[in-house]
């Protein structure tokens, strides 16, 4: 494990990893009283680990509340991590800053989930698309014109929504320009947090065949974030259940739906709705409520809601070990395996 600062590079055991991160946290402290002092931290995420190759997309998944926004933000350095590695391209960005960061940026973007509080209500919609371009190359709104106008018309807009501004739109196209915009630098990683969650049902499909239809145009790799499985299995190849800032499973998709092995990923998938009728499935109720990340449980985060806890589960925190092929999970169940 590579900790020190001076780790800029890494040799990578496959050529095609775009993106690896290493037992990423992410504590926010919390400070009380008069003087403000520290009594503890809010574990938002909490040691997580996964890897991302080219032209995949990873599917991050869990209850709100969980860390995977925040775990998407800390790995596009929005925000710093408190520990943990972060390696784009085999290149150490966990600890860049300055000119280093704003050069680095060029290549990794986000989807924001709010398409409407993402953009610049004063921004015309050609501004806001041709902004991250202005930032990195010399050139003016007239000379980029050209370019802008052609994005917007490939996520489905039209050439002359160029001069109209956000409140114009639906929440569909809002989130086209979004894309748009993300895709401006021609990145090679995009973040999508959430990114049809705030649409209605009706035009989730067509963003999410959009971003798939992108992903084979301009070669891009996806860290997908969301809490509806039927939407990650739809667009992931490897997929990343999230629970109290925990990573608790990791594998492909195949293996994810048709096996899923942690008691937290199972009942998740029982709660997917199925299409035909005559097919009777078993839902799996979780009592209780998600604890309070400020005071999480000790042992196994899950055990004050997992319905095959054993008593071992309130004193050992299990960790994450691959128990079939590209299939890891954290439970003691499987400890022996």
């Known amino acids: 494990m590579m900790q020190t600062d001076e780790v800029k590079k890494k040799d990578l055991t496959q050529k095609d990893t775009l993106l690896e991160v290493q037992n990423l946290k992410k504590y926010y402290p919390i400070h009380t009283g008069f003087f403000k002092r520290k009594t503890g931290d809010v574990k938002a995420v909490d040691d997580i680990s996964l890897t991302l190759r080219k032209g995949e997309t990873f599917g991050l998944v869990g209850e709100s509340g969980c860390g995977k926004s925040t775990a998407g933000r800390t790995i596009l350095r929005l925000t710093d991590a408190t520990d943990g590695n972060i390696f784009f391209e ?20 986000m989807v924001f989930q709010d398409p409407y509080a993402s953009l610049n209500p004063k921004m015309m919609v050609g ?44 929440g569909g196209q809002r989130q086209r320009i979004g894309i748009a915009r993300a895709l401006a630098l021609n990145p090679k990683l995009i973040v999508a947090d959430e990114p049809v969650s705030a649409l209605d049902v009706s035009i989730q499909s067509q963003v999410l065949n959009l971003l798939k239809e992108l992903q084979e145009e301009f070669d891009l790799t996806y860290l997908f974030i969301a809490h509806d499985l039927s939407v990650v299995k739809h667009m992931s190849d490897q997929i990343g259940v999230m629970y109290l800032g925990k990573m608790v499973e990791v594998g492909d998709n195949e293996s994810i739906y048709r096996e899923p092995l942690h008691p937290y990923t199972q009942a998740l998938i029982s709660a997917i709705p199925e299409p035909n009728p005559l097919i009777k499935k078993e839902r799996i109720i979780l009592k209780g409520d998600v604890p309070n990340p400020q005071n999480p449980p000790r042992g196994c985060v899950f055990h004050t809601r997992c319905p095959m806890a054993m008593e071992k589960c309130k004193e050992f925190v299990p960790q994450l070990k691959e128990v079939r092929p ?10 022996n395996q």
């Open 326 to 335: 590209n299939h890891q999970v954290a439970c003691l169940l499987y400890e």
């Open 90 to 109: 085999g290149e150490n960005i966990t600890k860049v800053s300055g000119s280093k960061l704003r050069k680095a940026r060029q290549d990794y973007q």
């Open 127 to 170: 501004h806001l698309v041709d902004e991250p371009i202005r930032n990195y190359r010399n050139k003016s709104h007239k000379d980029l014109k050209p370019e802008v106008q052609h994005l917007l018309k490939r996520v489905g807009l039209r050439e002359k929504d160029y001069y109209k501004y956000p409140h114009e739109f639906s």
